[in-house]
């Protein structure tokens, strides 16, 4: 069975700082993966997409970036954190755009 | 008009209570259409796809309406447990090479004893 690793679950992380979250999948091969964060009491954006290896779609400009470089791993990253990237990052996958999985999701608070 | 747009509620409803929630979409081009469910601090969950000719699993009945681009959700004899945020999905399209999944902001429900 498929499954999605996201981790960390909780981070603090200071103004300035960088940022890594990483994702990855299992149990399936060249699945569409996403990005997304929700901030609080607001709805899922969108951020990035990959529908391969190598291939990032940006949805939405900011100082955030997404990289992927093996099938089932999505990494998201920032040299410098704003305290407006706090948020709920949700990490999803799916196969053909259909039913998205998500992980558990990292609770980043920037201070 | 928003991609996807959903009551934010909350609606607050008594145990074994019937409540519906609607959606309407504005791309339509949209093929895929479902319902999740977010528990609070968590990841959302499929909860149903919601096929053209409707579809139930349960006590939840879900609806298409193409031509009014709307869906629904309903939930029979409500549970304190299906006190969630339900959040609407659309996607343009169900063929390879699809990615865009738009999500509502979510409708909010509380069941109450």
């Known amino acids: 069975s498929q499954t999605i690793h996201q981790w960390p679950a909780t981070l603090v992380q200071p103004v300035g700082s960088p940022l890594s979250l990483e994702c990855t999948v299992e149990g399936t091969s060249n699945p569409n993966l996403y990005w997304y964060r929700q901030a609080a009491g607001r709805g899922l954006q969108l951020l990035f997409y990959s529908v391969g290896i190598g291939q990032i779609s940006s949805e939405v400009p900011q100082n955030l970036s997404a990289s992927r470089p093996q099938d089932r791993q999505f990494i998201l990253s920032s040299k410098k954190l704003l305290l407006s990237d706090s948020g709920f990052y949700l990490c999803?996958?799916?196969?053909?755009?259909?039913?998205?999985?998500f992980g558990q999701g990292t609770r980043l608070t920037v201070v | 008009r928003k991609e996807v747009e959903q009551d934010p509620g909350p609606f607050n409803v008594p145990e074994g209570a019937t409540v519906a929630f609607n959606c309407t979409y504005s791309?339509?081009?949209?093929?895929?259409f479902f319902w999740y469910r977010q528990d609070c601090r968590k990841e959302p969950k499929l909860l149903m796809s919601v096929y053209s000719s409707g579809n139930e699993d349960g006590r939840f009945t879900a609806q298409l309406n193409r031509a009014s681009q709307y869906i629904s959700l309903l939930i029979r004899d409500s549970k304190l447990s299906d006190s969630a945020t339900y959040l609407c999905?659309?996607?343009?399209?169900?063929?390879?090479?699809?990615?865009?999944?738009?999500f509502g902001k979510g409708t909010k429900l509380s069941v109450i004893p």
């Open positions: 791309n339509s081009a949209s093929q895929s």
């Open positions: 999803a996958w799916s196969v053909r755009g259909v039913r998205a999985f």
């Open positions: 999905v659309v996607s343009p399209n169900s063929g390879a090479g699809s990615y865009q999944l738009t």
